[in-house]
C-alpha cells in the first residue's frame, strides 16, 4: 500500500540534544499526525495539524503541516531517555477518504 | 480505563485456523478503523466502519478476512483459514469523526 516518506528510518542522540524528523508524500493531505509507537504497545497520539502552514506544540515537542500540504516535521527539544521509541507521521488526504496513511517510522535511541 | 480496548492482545494459532479479534471503541466514537502493521513498518488501513456500516475495505482485505461492527460499538475482525503470511500486529483506532485517530494495544497474530 501507499507509505509516506519519513526519515531518517533511525537516530541515535545523546540526552539533551534535539532531534528532527520529517515526512514527504506526492500526495496533498488535509490532516497530518505524528504518533509515538512503543514495542507491543499501539502508536499513542502526539500532535495533529489540520492547516498548511500551522505550528502546534505539545510540550517538548514541536510540528508543522507544510505549506505545500505535502510534507510534515516534527522536532524533539531537550531529549529524554524516556523518549525513545518509533515515532510515525501519518497523514489523511483529499483522495484517501479518512484512512490514515502512515510513515514507516523513524527508530529513536537516545543514550543517558 | 475508557480509551481503546483490544482483546486478546496475543493469539497464536495454527496454519487453517480460524481467529477473531475484538475492539471496543472510545466510548460516543462513532468510527471505528482496523489496521495492520508488520514488523518494521507503519500500520496499514483494512476497513473502517461508520457507526454500524462498513464504509470502506481496503485491497489488502482479502476473501478470508470479514469484519463487523453489529450494534455500532464494539467490533470484531475474523481471519479464516489463517496463512503465515498473516501473522501481524492488528491495530483499531477509533475517533468522533475527522482527523485524530486513537489505537487501541493491539493483538499480536502470530501463526505457525
Known amino acids: 500500500g501507499q507509505q509516506l516518506n519519513q526519515s531518517p528510518q533511525s537516530m541515535f542522540i545523546q540526552e539533551g540534544e534535539d532531534v528532527s524528523m520529517n515526512c514527504t508524500s506526492s500526495s496533498i493531505f488535509n490532516t497530518w499526525l505524528w504518533y509515538k509507537q512503543e514495542p507491543g504497545e499501539g502508536p499513542v497520539l502526539l500532535i495533529a495539524l489540520y492547516k498548511a502552514g500551522e505550528l502546534t506544540s505539545n510540550g517538548r515537542l514541536t510540528a508543522q503541516f507544510g505549506i505545500t500540504r505535502k510534507d510534515s516535521f516534527l522536532n524533539i527539544s531537550a531529549s529524554i531517555p524516556s523518549d525513545v521509541g518509533i515515532y510515525f507521521c501519518?497523514?489523511?488526504?483529499?483522495?484517501?477518504?479518512?484512512?490514515?496513511?502512515f510513515g514507516e517510522g523513524t527508530q529513536l535511541t537516545v543514550n543517558p | 480505563d475508557t480509551g481503546v480496548s483490544q482483546n486478546p492482545r496475543h493469539k497464536i494459532t495454527k496454519r487453517g485456523q480460524n481467529v477473531t479479534f475484538r475492539c471496543d471503541p472510545i466510548s460516543e466514537h462513532n468510527r471505528l478503523y482496523w489496521y495492520r502493521q508488520t514488523l518494521g513498518q507503519g500500520p496499514e488501513f483494512l476497513t473502517y466502519?461508520?457507526?454500524?456500516?462498513?464504509?470502506?475495505k481496503s485491497r489488502l482485505l482479502s476473501d478470508r478476512f470479514s469484519a463487523e461492527r453489529p450494534k455500532g460499538s464494539f467490533s470484531t475482525l475474523e481471519i479464516q483459514r489463517t496463512e503465515q503470511g498473516d501473522s501481524a500486529m492488528y491495530l483499531c483506532a477509533t475517533t468522533p469523526g475527522w482527523g485524530e485517530q486513537f489505537f487501541g494495544p493491539g493483538t499480536r497474530l502470530t501463526v505457525l
Open positions: 501519518a497523514g489523511q488526504g483529499e483522495t484517501s477518504g479518512s484512512r490514515l496513511t
Open positions: 466502519f461508520q457507526n454500524e456500516a462498513q464504509l470502506e
